[in-house]
């Protein structure tokens, strides 16, 4: 099959990312620079500033000076290359290789592609169309070589396709940098007064060598196609994705739990051989009369062991509504991480319970929700709301030790209810306090442990912690907030001793 | 006179036997298990606290369910000894996870799960309960009917995890297929005359027990284990407390 390639030039790659990043900027005159031996160097100008005759290479104290009111940033070149990489990866959807040509363009390997799209030019023009929309200025071409794509879509019209073969007429009347040659061969051809490549493609090779040496022929050779031009294709993230289509169409539970018994079989020995563990994954089924359905799920840890990735799915196959049958059955693993399985098995029983319990709390996250599960670790705090923290895996460990130093209450009130006491003597505990109605009386008392706010997180009266105990054997802990003074101190009751 | 003691010897074998076969463990597997219960011990089958077995809690007050998270608390240390994880059940999560610290449990080691529905609570701890890998399962669910409390006993059979349903205020103290019944009272701690708030003392009432004696035991936590008060009758369940009495720190 004769090789195509399409290529995308991003006219204002820099700008038009800016302009996306910052909307008010859209439809203005403004540039983007880069520090050049001590000046500031224009990197790239918007479309605007471009038809006033802006063009990189220009000091910005000269724009400025043409131009007072252009609007000057700063060029972030890790960007541009970022998203040019992301445009790349965005591409894959058209053909599976595809390169970047930094710093603002695409080459595409479309060889066997655009008759999905219904021919050559309903492809280009679909993948214009959509980055156009996206807010990039593109042009495009498709050529038999790398070369004369680069060269049509840099020099010639916009969206032009080379029919296959035709590269030496359509290039004939570009000038040499279509060629994309080194400044110092252009200056030399401009001198000799040749405007056009028309002009030297039939001079005998010899004689081309010696005035521009060897990297004019190479340049030509690539564009006309006898020497291959390689391409670096942008390595797109992996696909766990297993497909199964079904003879006749699926109705039945039955059915549907041997389907994805059958993906997951597939699609877990791969994780096996690469190491990796599913942690979210999406089952979709197509209906034959075109609807989808799908159910997902999640889970704690990295997993590839079928049956357990089986159990959960299997709580959500009620949410199938097969309808008339459904005819293909996709599964994706859309959050895919390693699995170091292999350096656990060192202590082999700790390690069988503790993925027997996260497939445990895998099933419970899918039933009730992962936020329900919680696990806590100890926090440097005193004030009790703050010293413990949520953590939501099975391996997070203690960075210090649970503090014993101060009794801590088994049941905590998730906020505290205000009570009344009767208290002899300030800074004594009280008497006695009435909680919903009913009056405890105090026959015991330890305290107080006075609580400070942390100045640095939160400001606030210090809290009195008194332990006590009622005159029935119910232990309690109080606390006054704020000290006695001009305001009345509160009482409250913070939670329950054993 | 040897005729009697091999029948006592043969009748002794065959209480094992059966024992064994309604899912209580005995003789050897006790050694592992000591729960610090002390003489409370003879009121259980066999001698020992069951495990791999559902325990059923009632707390009538709020009071009441400190002392019993706390008297759970306490077993499941010997449960949890050997690095395992305990799962926790409850709808409005109210413990305070540092606390388990003072009963010798790692509270990092315990999975709290805060469900909304009791129904819920129920499938995990049913979920829970299958898997052998966890040291326990505790959930704080009020009401249970017996067919649940069935299907979580029948699941424990296979599995051998300890499970404790912890009910607060339930609406009818039914018939459950639990192998116990507890209700833990929160007692007046001892001071001895000096001020403050002494050890926790806790009274354990063991309303039902499978094949064992059913009775009333008084507690007292103390240096990470459970010491059994010697007589009840020392310590009054509801000790007057005089105003002379009271003291401040």
């Known amino acids: 099959m004769p090789k195509r390639y399409l290529y995308i030039w991003f006219r204002y790659l820099a700008t038009d990312r800016l302009a996306k990043v910052r909307p008010e900027l859209r439809g203005k005159s403004f540039l983007l620079y880069t520090p050049e031996h001590g000046r500031m160097v224009v990197k790239a100008s918007s479309r605007q500033l471009t038809k006033e005759g802006i063009s990189p290479g220009m000091v910005v104290a000269d724009v400025r000076a043409i131009l007072p009111s252009v609007e000057v940033f700063s060029a972030d070149t890790v960007a541009e290359e970022k998203l040019l990489n992301d445009l790349a990866e965005w591409c894959i959807r058209y053909c599976p290789v595809v390169a970047t040509d930094s710093p603002d363009g695409l080459i595409l390997d479309i060889s066997g592609c655009p008759h999905l799209w219904g021919g050559e030019l309903s492809y280009i023009q679909s993948i214009t169309n959509r980055l156009r929309k996206g807010g990039y200025e593109v042009r495009a071409a498709i050529a038999d070589t790398v070369g004369a794509a680069w060269a049509v879509a840099r020099y010639g019209r916009n969206e032009t396709i080379i029919e296959s073969g035709k590269q030496a007429e359509a290039l004939s009347s570009l000038p040499p940098a279509?060629?994309?040659?080194?400044?110092?061969?252009?200056?030399?051809?401009?001198?000799?007064?040749?405007?056009?490549?028309?002009?030297?493609?039939?001079?005998?090779?010899?004689?081309?060598?010696?005035?521009?040496?060897?990297?004019?022929?190479?340049?030509?050779?690539?564009?006309?196609?006898?020497?291959?031009?390689?391409?670096?294709?942008?390595?797109?993230?992996?696909?766990?994705?297993?497909?199964?289509?079904?003879?006749?169409?699926?109705?039945?539970?039955?059915?549907?739990?041997?389907?994805?018994?059958?993906?997951?079989?597939?699609?877990?020995?791969?994780?096996?051989?690469?190491?990796?563990?599913?942690?979210?994954?999406?089952?979709?089924?197509?209906?034959?009369?075109?609807?989808?359905?799908?159910?997902?799920?999640?889970?704690?840890?990295?997993?590839?062991?079928?049956?357990?990735?089986?159990?959960?799915?299997?709580?959500?196959?009620?949410?199938?509504?097969?309808?008339?049958?459904?005819?293909?059955?996709?599964?994706?693993?859309?959050?895919?991480?390693?699995?170091?399985?292999?350096?656990?098995?060192?202590?082999?029983?700790?390690?069988?319970?503790?993925?027997?319990?996260?497939?445990?709390?895998?099933?419970?996250?899918?039933?009730?929700?992962?936020?329900?599960?919680?696990?806590?670790?100890?926090?440097?705090?005193?004030?009790?709301?703050?010293?413990?923290?949520?953590?939501?895996?099975?391996?997070?460990?203690?960075?210090?030790?649970?503090?014993?130093?101060?009794?801590?209450?088994?049941?905590?009130?998730?906020?505290?209810?205000?009570?009344?006491?009767?208290?002899?003597?300030?800074?004594?505990?009280?008497?006695?306090?009435?909680?919903?109605?009913?009056?405890?009386?105090?026959?015991?008392?330890?305290?107080?442990?006075?609580?400070?706010?942390?100045?640095?997180?939160?400001?606030?009266?210090?809290?009195?912690?008194?332990?006590?105990?009622?005159?029935?054997?119910?232990?309690?802990?109080?606390?006054?907030?704020?000290?006695?003074?001009?305001?009345?101190?509160?009482?409250?009751?913070?939670?329950?001793?054993? | 006179m040897s005729d009697l003691a091999e029948k006592k010897e043969i009748i002794r074998q065959l209480k094992e036997k059966i024992l064994s076969m309604e899912g209580f463990c005995t003789g050897a597997d006790s050694q592992l298990h000591d729960f610090g219960l002390g003489s409370m011990s003879a009121a259980f089958p066999g001698g020992t606290f069951p495990v791999g077995a559902i325990h059923e809690l009632i707390s009538s007050s709020e009071t009441c369910a400190a002392a019993a998270n706390g008297f759970m608390a306490g077993l499941l240390r010997t449960l949890m000894k050997r690095e395992g994880f305990c799962l926790w059940i409850s709808v409005g999560h109210k413990l305070f996870p540092p606390a388990l610290k003072f009963f010798g449990i790692e509270p990092h080691r315990v999975i709290f799960i805060d469900v909304r529905r009791e129904k819920d609570g129920l499938w995990i701890m049913e979920q829970g309960l299958k898997c052998n890998a966890l040291a326990a399962v505790v959930a704080e669910i009020r009401d249970i009917s017996f067919a649940e409390s069935r299907r979580l006993q029948l699941a424990v059979e296979t599995s051998k995890v300890t499970g404790f349903i912890h009910r607060l205020h339930p609406r009818t103290e039914n018939t459950l297929a639990c192998v116990s019944r507890w209700k833990i009272r929160p007692l007046a701690s001892w001071t001895d005359g000096l001020p403050g708030v002494g050890f926790p003392r806790l009274e354990v009432e063991l309303v039902k027990i499978r094949n064992g004696r059913p009775g009333i035991w008084q507690f007292e936590w103390r240096n990470r284990s459970f010491r059994l008060l010697p007589d009840r009758n020392q310590v009054a369940v509801k000790p007057a407390v005089s105003p002379k009495q009271r003291h401040y720190a």
């Open chain 1, 178 to 498: 279509a060629l994309r040659l080194d400044d110092i061969i252009l200056q030399r051809m401009d001198k000799l007064g040749f405007r056009q490549i028309g002009q030297f493609v039939s001079i005998p090779r010899l004689n081309l060598r010696r005035r521009f040496g060897d990297a004019l022929l190479m340049r030509l050779d690539q564009v006309l196609g006898i020497l291959p031009e390689p391409l670096q294709p942008v390595q797109p993230a992996p696909v766990y994705l297993e497909r199964l289509p079904c003879l006749e169409p699926i109705r039945t539970v039955t059915g549907i739990e041997i389907a994805i018994k059958r993906l997951l079989e597939a699609l877990c020995e791969r994780f096996i051989q690469e190491g990796k563990g599913m942690r979210t994954g999406i089952l979709k089924g197509y209906r034959i009369d075109g609807e989808l359905e799908q159910i997902s799920i999640g889970t704690n840890r990295a997993s590839r062991n079928a049956i357990h990735l089986f159990k959960l799915f299997e709580l959500k196959i009620q949410e199938i509504e097969p309808a008339l049958g459904i005819e293909l059955f996709t599964l994706e693993a859309t959050l895919v991480e390693d699995v170091t399985e292999n350096q656990e098995a060192l202590w082999s029983t700790a390690n069988r319970d503790r993925t027997a319990i996260s497939e445990l709390l895998d099933n419970i996250a899918g039933k009730v929700g992962i936020q329900t599960i919680r696990r806590y670790l100890p926090q440097e705090h005193y004030w009790p709301e703050r010293s413990i923290k949520k953590v939501s895996s099975l391996d997070e460990q203690p960075e210090t030790e649970w503090p014993t130093d101060r009794f801590r209450p088994i049941h905590l009130l998730p906020k505290p209810e205000p009570v009344d006491v009767m208290v002899v003597l300030p800074d004594y505990p009280p008497m006695h306090f009435r909680y919903k109605g009913e009056i405890i009386r105090i026959a015991r008392a330890d305290g107080p442990e006075r609580i400070e706010q942390e100045w640095w997180l939160q400001n606030g009266p210090p809290r009195d912690y008194y332990r006590v105990e009622d005159d029935r054997g119910a232990r309690y802990w109080l606390f006054r907030l704020g000290l006695y003074g001009n305001k009345k101190p509160q009482w409250f009751l913070h939670g329950y001793f054993v």
